[in-house]
């Protein structure tokens, strides 16, 4: 055991570290990560981490986050000051803003919108429960790290959720610069006994893998998704070539001048952290190309997909028009682009019901065929964030397809209608070999 020190006006302050902890905070890695089950000091290392840092660059900047500002004030932000000495510090509750006595700032945010973590200059960021938190949070924070003349690190705690963009980043393979260091909720010598006891009788024993013993599993015996399939996943995860609008749209493969393309959309609704998310799929091969995500206001959502579909052969789009769907599908058909969309009724003579509607009949069958596509392997997924999804979605004690509570379903669902909407696609192919997309009956 050793110890982190920093000194105050009065006596050297003493925080005391077990082994893992002190491999963590004093790592000089870019990107060091503490991966570990519950009550196993995380984000007790993560805070000391800031503390050292802080103290040792005067007039460092530095950005904490946590998922959601519930997590950072009742979990990370207690934390914090807690290690912190309270003579050393001010804490602006207006701004979420702690000034220490030396000229640095530690400012706290949450992450369930990442466009706002744009801005500052950062020497250092930290993400507590980092899991839990979208990929573009990550990547943006990594592109604050330019204050001058500091150590410019990122770091994150966090108990992994599944094969997500953390085990993407951090775990999948050995990468310069990055560094894991996984630890046990048994590695703490200050937590009870009884602790440990008493997990290890509620969980599962693949729950009891991740909660307790900080290592990627895929959680449960009531999974959507094939099991087998969805431990392929991660391997079939790739980097975006391109990205645009701050990372709203993502690129794997640019279109080909025969390509046909499908897309589906599932748009947020007002639902607390929910995102909109429209996915576009090769319709020969099922591997997707690209991709909308984020926080966007209907009209925004709207040009951002139009635009991206029209990028891809006029790409044949099938987007929820359930609650705030119906004003997102009408501005695209106000943009021009009703002759490529999915209609309600689509098999009519004069379809006049746009977008697809998820209701208690075609939810089951939208799911179910998704299902049997990634089983079969018909589909290649390319996002780590849509992975995380796959991986999360559980059928609930009544048997129904549902995300796993704290987790999302926004790529699920845009994946089934997507494949909805290849079902429904007409295409015809002039004599030259161009395929021309043909106008929906």
């Not at 500002?69 to 510090?89: G, N, S």
């Not at 206001?297 to 789009?317: F, G, P, S, V």
């Not at 049997?372 to 979605?393: G, H, K, P, Y």
């Amino acid at each position: 055991m050793t110890t982190a020190t920093q000194e105050t006006r009065r006596e050297p302050r003493v925080i005391e570290l077990f082994p893992k902890q002190e491999e963590f905070v004093f790592s000089k890695a870019s990107f060091p990560a503490m991966i570990g089950g519950v009550g196993s000091g995380k984000t007790e290392g993560g805070s000391t981490k800031c503390l050292y840092v802080a103290g040792e660059y005067p007039g460092s900047l530095g950005m904490v986050t946590a998922p959601t500002f519930a997590m950072l004030r009742d979990a990370t932000l207690r934390t914090l000051m807690k290690v912190i000495p309270e003579d050393l510090y001010e804490f602006t509750k207006s701004d979420m803003r702690i000034s220490l006595k030396n000229g640095s700032e530690i400012l706290l945010r949450s992450t369930d919108d990442p466009e706002h973590l744009r801005g500052p200059n950062l020497a250092y960021f930290y993400m507590d429960e980092a899991a839990q938190s979208p990929h573009d949070a990550f990547k943006i924070l990594q592109g604050r790290l330019r204050q001058p003349g500091m150590p410019h690190q990122g770091w994150i705690t966090t108990t992994p959720k599944g094969f997500n963009w953390v085990y993407q980043e951090f775990a999948k393979d050995h990468r310069d610069e990055y560094e894991l260091h996984q630890v046990s909720s048994r590695d703490n010598p200050y937590l009870p006994t009884a602790f440990i006891e008493t997990l290890e009788e509620s969980y599962t024993d693949e729950f009891a893998m991740q909660e307790i013993e900080g290592r990627f599993v895929i959680i449960g015996g009531n999974i959507f998704f094939d099991r087998t399939r969805l431990e392929e996943m991660p391997d079939e995860v790739s980097e975006p070539r391109e990205t645009r609008l701050g990372g709203v749209i993502k690129i794997w493969k640019k279109p080909t001048v025969a390509g046909r393309y499908v897309a589906g959309g599932d748009v947020a609704w007002g639902e607390t952290g929910a995102y909109s998310c429209v996915t576009i799929i090769d319709h020969r091969t099922g591997d997707q190309v690209a991709e909308v995500y984020g926080r966007l206001k209907d009209d925004e959502l709207a040009k951002a997909t139009i635009e991206l579909c029209r990028e891809y052969n006029r790409a044949y789009l099938a987007v929820e028009n359930n609650n705030e769907g119906i004003n997102v599908v009408n501005r695209m058909i106000d943009l021009g682009y009703r002759d490529r969309m999915y209609f309600q009724d689509h098999l009519s003579d004069s379809p006049s019901k746009p977008g697809w509607h998820t209701n208690a009949t075609t939810r089951p069958v939208m799911l179910g065929e998704l299902e049997e596509a990634l089983r079969n392997q018909q589909i290649t997924v390319r996002c780590s964030d849509a992975v995380s999804e796959f991986q999360s979605f559980i059928r609930n004690e009544k048997g129904r397809p549902e995300a796993m509570e704290g987790t999302h379903d926004d790529h699920v669902i845009s994946w089934a209608i997507a494949w909805q909407a290849r079902a429904t696609a007409r295409f015809r192919t002039s004599p030259g070999g161009i395929v021309i997309p043909t106008r929906q009956w």
